[in-house]
């Protein structure tokens, strides 16, 4: 059974940084495309950053520059640094895993993913 358990949130002020984990479990045949997502209260949730198998990455217009997703296919690892931030990155911030190697274009769209972890909340104080 896939799991995905993120780490790594917490409350900073703005300027500040964090580097979220997410860690994978109970698949072992090969690494898949990983996205980080998003969701602010009251607000859909917005993919932010995906990776391939391989390191290809994409990222969110709004958060090019400041966040940079990673991973460790040894570990079964996904990170996201995020520098910078703002209180608008106020959000819980979820993992996803999508069931192929690459993420072909859809590594932001939330449909295209079909494991979930349960979140880490970041908040971003003035």
């Known amino acids: 059974q896939v799991q995905l358990v993120e780490s790594g949130g917490g409350s900073v002020q703005t300027g500040g940084s964090l580097r979220l984990s997410c860690q994978a479990s109970g698949y072992t045949d090969s690494s898949r495309c990983m996205g980080w997502f998003r969701q602010a209260p009251g607000k859909q949730r917005e993919g932010v950053a995906a990776i391939d198998n391989d390191g290809g990455t994409s990222y969110a217009d709004s958060v090019k520059g400041r966040f940079t997703v990673s991973r460790d296919n040894a570990k079964n690892t996904l990170y996201l640094q995020i520098n910078t931030l703002k209180p608008e990155d106020t959000a819980m911030y979820y993992c996803?895993?999508?069931?192929?190697?690459?993420?072909?274009?859809?590594?932001?769209?939330?449909?295209?993913?079909?494991?979930w972890g349960q979140g880490t909340q970041v908040t971003v104080s003035s």
């Open positions: 996803a895993l999508r069931w192929r190697l690459k993420c072909a274009g859809v590594g932001l769209w939330k449909a295209a993913y079909s494991y």
